[in-house]
């Protein structure tokens, strides 16, 4: 009994000092560090629109780029005076899309017949990497920007869940799961109670949070007419519960949205718009050690307005690296309407 007793005081002994010896992750990413993700994420060419509506009067949106099959594949969602659908692009070399058809569509006498924005989930984070989709459970998913009001983001918006078999063709996704978080929910917070937006799920094989998968989304409170980031976690993709107390990311004034998530190294990077709190339009960013604690770039925009596309706004971010290259997707608004342009690391418009 002695010596079990003297063994297992060793092993508690080694463990706390373990415990004790492990370095905690950083809260705060250090000025030189966020220096050097800007320098690795800048885009200052821009290569123009890659995608457009031939009708003017319908307004493209929000893109999400993935890869399947040595093919690259686009999300995103167009506005025709009704309320938002989602579709589908194809494209071989990331510059020249192909439209392939809808994949969420209006419905009838549903919570979001009037809005179906979605966004894809479960794409690989990894800078430079395959940037493929991940299956849970035999299926493919995508959260959704849904409501019933028709107009331009009009009424009671929540997140749905659609799910499908397949992200290469332009089929209808499953959309009869329940809602996953509104602003009529008793847990809401006091800066999400008014309205909900675009959301993005990735899969945090580490668990920061203690949970597998991460949604960022954001949202507008009734205590303010500003929109920022927030958090919630899941462990089965269809129940979630939302972390913290407050945005990740906020500027208590204008809009911080459409959050996406990539990892740099042992860094996270979001990249975030920002908008209304100085001029116009614009594309930021915030990094992170632990998907929880960001710190946010103080320096200059990834990109501003220039061009007569985009003169109006230029925000609304989907930014990858491939083969050397950075691409930087995201909304222009300007002489052309509301498209999706992009600009690079490289100058590829020769």
Known sequence: MKKEF???????????????????????????EMERVFNEIQTPFKYGVVVRQPDSTKLVDSPTIYRENGIWYMTYIIFDGQGY??????????????????????????WDANQKAGYLSLVNIDWGGDYSVEKYEDNYWMTYLGGNTAGYESGILKIGLANSNTITEAKEWNTTNAPLLSPEDKDVRWFENKTIYKSLVIHD?????????????????????????????????????????????????????????????????????????????FERFACSYDLINWTDWQGEDLIASSEPYDTKYAHKPWVIKWKGIVYHFYNAVGDQGRVIALATSKDLSK
């Open 6 to 32: 003297v063994l297992i005081t060793i092993v508690l002994l080694v463990l706390i000092g373990c415990k004790q010896s492990a370095t905690p992750l950083k809260k705060v990413v250090p000025q030189k």
């Open 205 to 281: 094989s580490l668990e920061h949070t203690g949970h597998p998968f991460v949604m960022y989304y954001n949202a507008k409170g009734n205590t303010g007419d500003y929109e920022s980031i927030a958090m919630a976690v899941s462990d089965d993709m269809k129940t979630w519960q939302r972390f913290g107390e407050d945005p990740v990311i906020t500027r208590k004034k204008g809009i911080c949205g459409d959050a996406q998530i990539t990892k740099i190294d042992d860094l996270y990077v979001m990249f975030y718009f920002g908008a209304f709190w100085k001029p116009g339009a």
């Open 85 to 110: 659908e989602t579709w589908l692009s194809q494209s071989d070399d990331l510059l020249q899309w192909e439209s392939k058809g809808k994949i969420l569509s209006f419905t009838k006498d549903t």
